[in-house]
């Protein structure tokens, strides 16, 4: 069993380390992007033939290797698809979670078996110690959909070892996914240019509840860090040494709270550390501040769920949105014709 438990470890690692891979090729397709920007700006000025022509093959080698990174995300995404239920299910995990899940008596294994087209004790056969069968895909889609959890969690996270609080946040971070893949949630997007330069009033205030003035020492061109004093995102992962790193994201929420996606980075870094960058999510409640929920650098399981969340409602970003008022006006139409009827009152048909 302690063979089993182990290679369900190395399963995880392998697991985070090819999202790793995703976000590095993510970043380096941003940079390469910025870069096409800088140039193509260039090109529309003043510019010598010798240089447009350098300025444009330049353009074309970045255009080129964009396209190449494309492709590795492509490939990296199948095989996270694959993933799952070849080389990283692991039926401890996975039965060791349902038994946690079920002692909430909410649901009965029979149930499961039953919806699963399983016969009666399915489960505790494949249980057993001298049974090196896996479950079948469907009775572990219908126990994850019974019993309210995603199939990641089921099958990757241990759930026997979270602390109440953990489970109680795991829960949050799930419905936020499933919410947001279901359209049912406004998010706003800020973008790193926006929240790089923020600037205050003459009273000091910024007007953003993450961010504040401050002064510290930070590394620049000379011998010696020096002082300075700026507006700053105060991060759990790199204090005020914090830059962002890309797009972020926040979501309005009960009595005047917000919830905060930060795309982040070490203000000061080296090419190619990975370390320097990070994901963390805030809460800010009006009288209580700002509370640090999760983040994909901790050594817990919350850090699991921290790259879907964000991978989610980015994807989710660039479909269209429509506000209530206006969907009230197209199911208007939808369900009753309903087209104008203000104009009855107009002299002119």
């Known amino acids: 069993m302690e063979n089993r438990k182990k290679n369900s470890d190395d ?60 492709n590795e995300l492509i490939i990296l995404d199948n095989t996270l698809g694959e993933f ?18 079920l002692k909430e008596g909410k649901v009965k294994i029979g149930q499961i078996e039953k919806d699963a087209g399983c016969q009666p004790g399915y ?91 401050e002064t510290f020492y930070e590394e620049g061109e000379c011998e010696y860090p020096e002082e300075v004093t700026r507006i700053v995102f105060t991060s759990s992962s790199f204090g005020v040494g914090t830059a962002i790193d890309g797009d972020c994201f926040n979501l309005k929420m009960k009595n005047g709270s917000y919830l905060y996606l930060m795309d982040i980075c070490k203000s000061v870094h080296k090419v190619g550390d990975l370390s320097a960058f990070a994901k963390e999510i805030w809460m800010y409640t009006p009288g209580s501040g700002n509370h640090l929920l999760a983040c994909n650098k901790d050594a817990t399981m919350l850090s699991f769920f921290v790259d879907p969340l964000f991978a989610t409602v980015k994807e989710r970003m660039k479909h269209p949105k429509i506000k209530k008022e206006l969907q009230e006006v197209i199911d208007a139409f939808l369900q009753h014709d309903d087209v104008g009827e203000d104009d009855l009152d107009l002299p002119f048909a």
Request: glycine fraction near 2%.
């Open 11 to 70: 399963n995880v690692d392998e697991k985070m380390s090819l999202r790793r891979k995703q976000e590095e090729i993510l970043k380096q397709i941003n940079e390469l992007e910025r870069q096409r920007f800088t140039l193509r700006k260039q090109a529309e000025g003043k510019l010598s033939a010798e240089k447009l022509k350098e300025s444009i093959s330049k353009m074309d080698q970045i255009e080129e290797t964009v396209h190449q990174l494309e």
């Open 84 to 101: 799952n239920f070849q080389r990283n299910f692991d039926k401890y995990i996975c039965f060791s979670n349902i038994r946690e899940l």
């Open 123 to 213: 489960m505790s056969r494949l249980d057993k110690p001298d049974n090196t069968s896996d479950p079948s895909i469907e009775f572990v889609v219908t126990a994850a959909k019974t019993l309210g959890v995603s199939l990641d969690s089921l099958i990757f996270i241990d759930l026997a070892k979270l602390t109440p609080t953990e489970k109680y946040l795991v829960n949050f971070l799930e419905k936020l996914n499933t919410d947001t893949l279901a359209d049912k949630l406004n998010w706003n997007r800020e973008t790193a240019d926006k929240l790089n330069r923020y600037e205050a009033d003459m009273n000091g205030y910024v007007d953003h509840p993450l961010f504040s003035l």
